[in-house]
Each structure stands twice: as structure tokens, then as C-alpha cells.
């Protein structure tokens, strides 16, 4: 992938770009305002949070905008690249992660002269963050309070009762759409989550004892039990291989 143009356009008036066959791709996120394309002889007009995705050999026009907040790419596609299937117009598609990378774009264009390498390899993370997110399901309102309420509780005791309570649904009816989303109930969920904060817990140095107490499991063994059921190894195996790791 070669990239060769970078810019972050931010509420300045857009000149007009004539329609033109273009002979490389053009990547576009429009952060805030709106743009007017013309692609391939239809009109695609993009609101605040849109990506625009031109490929090399589309027929392109811009109207002339007076007030947009937007960074675009330009790139050629190197034979070796891995394939990369974006639809032309991706509404919504500026996500937290896709601000966080063009952030980054920022800092690095900002500061280094030579900032090609470096912005073609976020240029990349951007393509596949598009991908993961095109694929990834649109989760309800109700999904996303209860995976909140989980992510605000893992140091309290987490049951379909206090879930429900908290987002103001029965809980047959938020167990049947957690599931129905999620493939999974919202106690395994819970748990998932209970055990990606008691790894980084132990990579913290925090004694197993307790990690297994901060996550209000009373047990230490049924902690121990649900660890290696979900990571493949024990609390203790996962710590001796962490400060093994830490000592290399």
C-alpha cells in the first residue's frame, strides 16, 4: 500500500472537484458537517459520522461544501495487499476506535516530517476496523445498557435480578435479547467479563486470593474452576507464565 496524500480538512470552505476518473482509492471520514459526492454517476451524500470509500478506477465528483470537519486518505493498492471490501457510502461508520486512529493521524502528521510509514500502517488498522465493524452485529439499546451495567459492576455480585432492576425490563425479557444479540445469557457474559478484569488483575501483581475476593467470588476454587474454563490454564499457571514473561 502506498499512501500519498493525507489531509485533515477542518471547517474550511472544500473547493469542487470536477468528475474525473480517478486512478487510486480515496478513503474519507467526515467528522462533522456534510459532503455531496457524485461516484460512478450516483449521488452519495455524506452526514456527520459517514465514510466515503472511492476505489481506483470510479468516476468521482465533489460539490464545493463550506464547512466540514474531515480527513481523507489517497492510496494506491501494492499487488501483495490483502483484499479489502468497503461499500462506497459506510453510514455511521466513524466509530470511537476510528476517531482514536485518526487521532493518532494527527499527533504523527503533526510532529514527524517523514510520516508516511507510520500513517499508511494506522491507514491500514482503519481498513480493517472498518471491516470488523461492517461485520459486527448491531446490538439493541437494551444489549448495550446491560453490557454497561456489566462493565460498571465487575467488583459486585452480578445477577439476571440486579441487571433487570437496574435497566428497568423484566428479566425473562432481558434474557431472552441478551441471548437472542449476544449468544449467550447475561450471567456467562458477566463471568467472561469477570475473568478478562481478574487477568489484568494478576498481570498487576495482585495476590489470587484476592483477585478472587475483588470479584466478589466467595470461593476460591469455583474462581479457579472458571478461570481455566475460559483461558485454558489455572489463576496460578496464568500468573507463573505472566512474571516468566515480565522477567524475559
Given at each position: 500500500?502506498?499512501?500519498?496524500?493525507?489531509?485533515?480538512?477542518?471547517?474550511?470552505?472544500?473547493?469542487?472537484?470536477?468528475?474525473?476518473?480517478?486512478?487510486?482509492?480515496?478513503?474519507?471520514?467526515?467528522?462533522?458537517?456534510?459532503?455531496?459526492?457524485?461516484?460512478?454517476?450516483k449521488s452519495v451524500s455524506l452526514k456527520s459520522?459517514?465514510?466515503?470509500?472511492?476505489?481506483?478506477?470510479?468516476?468521482?465528483?465533489?460539490?464545493?461544501?463550506?464547512?466540514?470537519?474531515?480527513?481523507?486518505?489517497?492510496?494506491?493498492?501494492?499487488?501483495?495487499?490483502?483484499?479489502?471490501?468497503?461499500?462506497?457510502?459506510?453510514?455511521?461508520?466513524?466509530?470511537?476506535?476510528?476517531?482514536?486512529?485518526?487521532?493518532?493521524?494527527?499527533?504523527?502528521?503533526?510532529?514527524?516530517?517523514?510520516?508516511?510509514?507510520?500513517?499508511?500502517?494506522i491507514l491500514q488498522c482503519l481498513l480493517k476496523?472498518?471491516?470488523?465493524?461492517?461485520?459486527?452485529?448491531?446490538?439493541?439499546?437494551?444489549?448495550?445498557?446491560?453490557?454497561?451495567?456489566?462493565?460498571?459492576?465487575?467488583?459486585?455480585?452480578?445477577?439476571?435480578?440486579?441487571?433487570?432492576?437496574?435497566?428497568?425490563?423484566?428479566?425473562?425479557?432481558?434474557?431472552?435479547?441478551?441471548?437472542?444479540?449476544?449468544?449467550?445469557?447475561?450471567?456467562?457474559?458477566?463471568?467472561?467479563?469477570?475473568?478478562?478484569?481478574?487477568?489484568?488483575?494478576?498481570?498487576?501483581?495482585?495476590?489470587?486470593?484476592?483477585?478472587?475476593?475483588?470479584?466478589?467470588?466467595?470461593?476460591?476454587?469455583?474462581?479457579?474452576?472458571?478461570?481455566?474454563?475460559?483461558?485454558?490454564?489455572?489463576?496460578?499457571?496464568?500468573?507463573?507464565?505472566?512474571?516468566?514473561?515480565?522477567?524475559?
Amino acid at each position: 500500500m502506498h499512501l500519498f496524500y493525507f489531509k485533515h480538512n477542518r471547517h474550511t470552505g472544500i473547493d469542487a472537484i470536477p468528475c474525473r476518473k480517478i486512478c487510486f482509492t480515496e478513503l474519507t471520514f467526515l467528522l462533522s458537517g456534510s459532503l455531496a459526492y457524485t461516484v460512478d454517476q450516483k449521488s452519495v451524500s455524506l452526514k456527520s459520522g459517514d465514510v466515503l470509500c472511492v476505489r481506483e478506477g470510479s468516476t468521482r465528483l465533489r460539490n464545493r461544501c463550506e464547512n466540514s470537519d474531515y480527513v481523507s486518505f489517497n492510496f494506491y493498492k501494492e499487488a501483495d495487499d490483502p483484499p479489502f471490501a468497503l461499500p462506497t457510502h459506510i453510514v455511521g461508520g466513524v466509530t470511537n476506535e476510528i476517531r482514536l486512529l485518526l487521532s493518532a493521524c494527527d499527533e504523527i502528521h503533526a510532529q514527524m516530517n517523514d510520516d508516511s510509514e507510520r500513517l499508511t500502517l494506522i491507514l491500514q488498522c482503519l481498513l480493517k476496523q472498518l471491516a470488523v465493524n461492517l461485520h459486527t452485529p448491531v446490538l439493541s439499546p437494551l444489549t448495550l445498557q446491560i453490557k454497561n451495567y456489566v462493565a460498571a459492576h465487575l467488583y459486585d455480585r452480578i445477577s439476571l435480578e440486579s441487571v433487570s432492576k437496574s435497566v428497568l425490563f423484566s428479566p425473562p425479557y432481558c434474557a431472552a435479547v441478551f441471548r437472542r444479540e449476544t449468544g449467550k445469557s447475561i450471567i456467562d457474559y458477566a463471568i467472561d467479563e469477570k475473568m478478562k478484569e481478574a487477568k489484568k488483575l494478576i498481570i498487576e501483581g495482585m495476590p489470587l486470593a484476592k483477585v478472587s475476593e475483588r470479584l466478589r467470588f466467595d470461593d476460591y476454587n469455583y474462581f479457579s474452576r472458571l478461570f481455566k474454563k475460559r483461558t485454558s490454564c489455572t489463576p496460578s499457571q496464568y500468573q507463573k507464565f505472566t512474571f516468566l514473561n515480565r522477567d524475559i
